[in-house]
């Protein structure tokens, strides 16, 4: 987290941009979800459960093109860097407690429908 993003702006949804080769490691609890903003991501973590093992574990690497969202299954670290030299944009969303699966999928629409808007008044 760069100094002028606050842990606050992270919590409302905002977006955090990762300029080239730059990585962004987060620790979080399961059910956490991650939405490419822009740009494609390359996310690498661990099993939480055998974390133990140290380095024997081998790293799981998922690409998460741009507008799509990752779930985390458990908890743990997850390192997020941008896969093109250009930088890329991606929201970190908590789990959020007493909420369904329709209430986060509307939340995550609301959320890419307002990068639209905002790509399209750039582009006019």
Known sequence: ?????????QAH?????????????????????IVAVQG???????????????DAVPVTAITLREGECFVTPQRGVVSISGLQAASAAFVVQPRRAHQDGRGWIGHTARLLAGLAKTRLRRAT
């Open 1 to 9: 987290m760069s100094a002028r993003q606050s842990r606050l702006s």
């Open 40 to 54: 494609d991501l390359q996310l690498q973590f661990r099993d939480h459960s055998l974390a133990w093992l140290g």
């Open 13 to 33: 949804g905002a977006a955090t941009r990762l300029m080239a080769a730059q990585v962004s490691v987060h620790d979080l609890r399961a059910r956490a979800s």
